[in-house]
Structures are given as structure tokens and as C-alpha cells.
């Protein structure tokens, strides 16, 4: 069954330095989304990206992140200056279309943990 | 008002037991509503979607209550493997569809 891969599973990186979050949407998928839990908190969503482009972000997402779809199979979510509270789980997810018969589905999510 | 709340629980029931949650969610033209399974640090899993009409997979069963803007999960005669955080997700009315994920609800089933 096609997954969505991410990684690295784990990063610890320091107080403003930059990481880049790697994932590989199913293969037929056109829609992706980036979204992210604080340990003990709800999923909350980043953003979407449609045809290169983003298609909706929240207030969450500000300057210090951005996304990226270098090739064909890549999706990244860059955090430029990392602050202590980035840590979190980041999942990424997509969706073959939108639509309210199609459901995303997720990566087993990377833990960013900054220190 | 929360855009999707849920009970965090823990609810710990005994094997075999019936288990229900419940949802609420606050924008009344939401259009697309789901259940994921999230075992601990891990990735939300669908468990299944809800519709008007009802559904049911096996021992588990989604009802939607669009006059009451909740959604409902009973889980029948629970499984120790069941014991996770049981989300329920409602889909944005605005375009991409993303997801608004409630807190979840803590489900623990003893031996």
C-alpha cells in the first residue's frame, strides 16, 4: 500500500539554527500539507501547497517557514531560525484531490526537539 | 466556542466493553468529518469517515448529528489493542480542505 515517507524521523538542532523537514508524498497525490503537535496538544495545520504553490497557511506559519517541492517526489518545510518553541511533532500529509470524499493521509511525522 | 471539541478523557473501560465519544464543532456549513486513531507519537491513522446517513466498520460505529453540529464513535466490545487517542476532524469549508483536528479522546481498555 503507497505511504507517505518522511525525514528524518528525530532532529535536535539549536536555538536558531535552520532545518529543513523532508517528505514524499504518495505518488499520485497533488495536494500536500504540513501540519504540526506540541507534545500533549492538538494537530494544528501549517499550510497546503497545490501546484507549486501554497495554497492556504495559518497565522502559525509565518516568515521563519517556508515549503518547497524541489522535484517530482520531495516536499520540504523549512524553518529558517528555529525557536524553542518549534519542538514538535511535524506531519506531513496529501491528498490525491480535494474534495470531501478524499481523505489525506499522513507521514509518520518527524519529532523536531530544539534546543 | 472551539472549532472541534472533544472530551480528552481518559475513558479506561474493561475489555468487551461499549465506549462512546462525542464532538462538537462550531462552523454549522463544515461539510466533511472524520475519526482518526493516534497511538502515542505516532501519525494519525484514518479510522473512518462519518456521513449523514451513518456508518458502521465492523465493531465501530459514526453518527452525525448536523442540527447538533456533533459527531459520535461507539466502539463495541472493546480490544486492548483499541487503546489510543481517538481524534475527531472536521474539514475547513474554506478551499483546501484542511483539517481541524479536535484535542482527542484518551481511550484506555484493561485486561
Known amino acids: 500500500e503507497p505511504e507517505v515517507t518522511q525525514t528524518p524521523s528525530h532532529q535536535v538542532t539549536q536555538m536558531g539554527q535552520e532545518v529543513i523537514l523532508r517528505c514524499v508524498p504518495i505518488s499520485n497525490h497533488l495536494y500536500f500539507y504540513w501540519y504540526r503537535q506540541i507534545l500533549g496538544q492538538k494537530v494544528e495545520f501549517l499550510v497546503s501547497f497545490y501546484n507549486n504553490e501554497i495554497s492556504e497557511k495559518s497565522e502559525i506559519f509565518d516568515d521563519q517557514f517556508s515549503v518547497e517541492r524541489p522535484d517530482g517526489s520531495n516536499f520540504t518545510l523549512k524553518i529558517r531560525s528555529t525557536k524553542l518553541e518549534d519542538s514538535a511533532m511535524y506531519f506531513c500529509?496529501?491528498?490525491?484531490?480535494?474534495?470531501?470524499?478524499?481523505?489525506?493521509?499522513f507521514g509518520p511525522g518527524t519529532r523536531l526537539t530544539v534546543t | 466556542r472551539k472549532e472541534v471539541e472533544q472530551d480528552p478523557g481518559p475513558f479506561n473501560v474493561p475489555e468487551g466493553a461499549t465506549v462512546a465519544f462525542n464532538c462538537t464543532y462550531s462552523n454549522s456549513a463544515s461539510q466533511s468529518f472524520f475519526w482518526y486513531r493516534q497511538d502515542c507519537r505516532k501519525e494519525p491513522k484514518l479510522l473512518m469517515s462519518?456521513?449523514?446517513s451513518g456508518n458502521e466498520d465492523g465493531r465501530f460505529t459514526a453518527q452525525l448529528n448536523r442540527a447538533s453540529q456533533y459527531i459520535s464513535l461507539l466502539i463495541r466490545d472493546s480490544k486492548l489493542s483499541d487503546s489510543a487517542t481517538y481524534l475527531c476532524v472536521v474539514t475547513s469549508t474554506s478551499g483546501t480542505y484542511k483539517y481541524i483536528f479536535g484535542t482527542g479522546t484518551r481511550l484506555k481498555v484493561l485486561a
Open positions: 462519518v456521513y449523514s
Open positions: 500529509a496529501s491528498s490525491e484531490a480535494l474534495g470531501l470524499s478524499y481523505e489525506q493521509y
